[in-house]
């Protein structure tokens, strides 16, 4: 299986190491418009393989996307990052038309491609790739509820002070500082509700700290975050690859479910070798459904600043 992974920096990189070490795909190229720089990242990578063990092969290339043709999975991550202070939304002017572009570029090589889409502002560069693209809903997959996922059970972990792998928990809406909701009254501790150990308080603590999460490591980082980003990646490419049908909030078309219309938003997915295989309909209570409206609300403003690309 042939994975491409568009934009070799920090996030596109360390989500190739995961997938070669992994050993989720026998082949990762690596795409970057920086001269040598994505030859350089896969040459890097090739030289741990037998310290790690793995045979997965890693090529790098600069703009050439020949070397990516007959891809089976592509990973966009190029574009600019975050720095302190900013937020995600202020990214779509430049990476709108980078996005857009690159999404053409692998279409033409990897015809049958499934597109997951990392670019800030995540949403918004999903519901762009599938209408730029006009490709079947299934095959477009947004990045971002595995990550907020995978730090609300950090935050869960340090405040009950259990192993987060014991912790089960998801985090649905957009994938922004004030568009998150992390489904607290849903987590649960071996499938024990939270809430038997932890305060409202702390929970509401929890809460807030998860939809900051990606904000607090750019203020201590100078720049947005990447190994979680990057093995949130290789767990979503895995549950495609390898067919594993996971429960995964990603961003995906909706068109109807949790009552919304053409928009691309955070909700749980079936993963598998088709994409997105079902979009799984959670009973909300009535403040988890007036949030998500609230968030869907704002993914779609941003969308509307699409109309110079679109
Ligand atoms: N969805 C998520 O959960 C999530 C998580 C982390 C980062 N991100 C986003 O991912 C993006 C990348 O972050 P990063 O930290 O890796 O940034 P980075 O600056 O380290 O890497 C981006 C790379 O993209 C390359 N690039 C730019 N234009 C390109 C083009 N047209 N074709 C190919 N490559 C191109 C750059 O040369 C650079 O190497 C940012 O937009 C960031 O906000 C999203
Ligand atoms: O915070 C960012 O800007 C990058 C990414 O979306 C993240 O959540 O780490």
Redesign the pocket.
């Given at each position: 299986m042939k994975v491409t992974v568009?934009?070799?920096?920090?996030?596109?990189a360390t989500c190739a190491d995961a997938i070669a070490h992994r050993r989720i795909a026998s082949e990762v190229v690596l795409?970057?418009?920086?001269e040598g720089?994505a030859e350089g990242k896969a040459l890097d990578i090739m030289q741990t393989q037998t310290t790690l063990g793995f045979n997965t092969k890693v090529t790098g290339s600069t703009?050439d996307y020949s070397k990516t043709a007959g891809s089976d999975v592509v990973v966009i991550?190029?574009?600019?990052?975050?720095k302190p202070g900013m937020t995600?939304e202020e990214?779509i002017g430049i990476?709108a038309g980078?996005v857009k572009?690159?999404a053409e570029n692998l279409l033409a090589h990897s015809p049958n491609a499934i597109i997951v889409v990392?670019?800030?502002p995540?949403d918004t560069m999903t519901y762009l790739t599938l209408k730029a693209t006009g490709l079947p809903k299934n095959r477009i997959i947004?990045?971002?509820g595995a990550?907020d996922s995978s730090r609300f059970k950090c935050y869960l972990s340090q405040a009950l002070d259990k192993p987060a792998n014991d912790i089960q928990g998801m985090v649905i809406g957009g994938?922004g500082d004030t568009t998150m909701i992390p489904l607290t009254r849903l987590a649960s501790y071996n499938g024990v509700p939270v809430s038997e150990f932890l305060s409202e308080e702390e929970l509401a603590k929890v809460a807030a700290d998860t939809m900051v999460g990606?904000a607090t490591l750019t203020g201590l980082l100078g720049?947005?975050?990447?190994y979680a980003?990057g093995a949130?990646v290789a767990y979503l490419v895995d549950s495609i690859l390898n067919d594993q049908k996971k429960m995964i909030p990603c961003s995906v078309f909706l068109e109807g479910e949790y009552g919304q219309n053409d928009i691309c938003i955070g909700v749980p997915c079936i993963i598998g070798k088709n994409g997105v295989e079902k979009i799984v309909s959670v009973e909300l209570n009535d403040d988890e459904k007036a949030k998500f409206a609230k968030s869907a609300d704002a993914v779609r403003a941003m969308n509307g600043d699409l109309s110079s690309v679109l």
């Open positions: 568009v934009g070799a920096g920090n996030v596109g795409i970057d418009i920086k720089f703009n991550t190029s574009g600019i990052p975050r995600r990214l990476n980078i572009g690159v990392v670019s800030n995540m947004g990045m971002g990550l994938h990606g720049t947005s975050a990447w980003p949130s």
